[in-house]
């Protein structure tokens, strides 16, 4: 924290710097017909000093309060301000992710259909074979009935 003594009172300050209306102003009057004691005069200007003094820590407190506060309030605001932007970005991710779902399902089923699709096609495919094999089977017991009959035949004819 900087601190600027621009503001302080030098001791022969007669009224008040700018921006310090409301600090004590003192007025120092040199009076030559009064006939006051020494002692009297270096109390009553300690006096004066010591309530100067008092009252400007008085000010320099006050100020050093209002800025804690303005810091705090500030920092409130700022708490404030990112858990807005969290909610937000929460918000924000979760309809994002709602919307990759729902695309997803979308895929899913787009996929689903076209995968029913080769797996008729697959079955189809597979009967075939199973009808293929059965023909291939009925053919080669043709065929080995046939050598059988050839065979048959053969040894029969010697």
Same mark, same amino acid.
């Given at each position: 924290m900087d601190f600027f003594f621009d503001d302080l009172p030098s001791s022969s300050l007669s009224t008040p710097k700018k921006g310090? +209306?409301? $600090?004590?102003? #003192? #007025?120092? #009057?040199e009076d030559t017909d009064c006939d006051l004691s020494k002692n009297k005069s270096s109390v009553s200007m300690t006096e004066i000093q010591e309530n100067y003094s008092s009252s400007y820590i008085d000010d320099i407190s006050k100020r050093a309060q209002e800025m804690?506060?303005?810091? &705090?309030?500030?920092r409130t605001r700022d708490q404030e301000m990112m858990d807005s932007f969290q909610k937000q970005l929460s918000e924000k991710v979760s309809e994002m992710c709602?919307?990759?779902?729902e695309?997803?399902?979308?895929?899913? +089923?787009? &996929? $689903?259909?076209?995968?029913?699709v080769k797996l008729q096609e697959l079955s189809e495919v597979l +009967?075939?074979? $199973?009808k293929l094999e059965n023909e291939?089977?009925?053919?080669s017991q043709a065929l080995e009935c046939l050598k059988d009959g050839l065979d048959i035949k053969q040894r029969a004819e010697p």
């Amino acid at each position: 924290m900087d601190f600027f003594f621009d503001d302080l009172p030098s001791s022969s300050l007669s009224t008040p710097k700018k921006g310090h +209306e409301d $600090s004590p102003m #003192v #007025v120092l #009057v040199e009076d030559t017909d009064c006939d006051l004691s020494k002692n009297k005069s270096s109390v009553s200007m300690t006096e004066i000093q010591e309530n100067y003094s008092s009252s400007y820590i008085d000010d320099i407190s006050k100020r050093a309060q209002e800025m804690v506060e303005k810091i &705090n309030h500030e920092r409130t605001r700022d708490q404030e301000m990112m858990d807005s932007f969290q909610k937000q970005l929460s918000e924000k991710v979760s309809e994002m992710c709602q919307l990759i779902k729902e695309e997803m399902f979308t895929i899913y +089923e787009l &996929n $689903s259909n076209e995968i029913q699709v080769k797996l008729q096609e697959l079955s189809e495919v597979l +009967e075939n074979c $199973s009808k293929l094999e059965n023909e291939l089977l009925e053919a080669s017991q043709a065929l080995e009935c046939l050598k059988d009959g050839l065979d048959i035949k053969q040894r029969a004819e010697p």
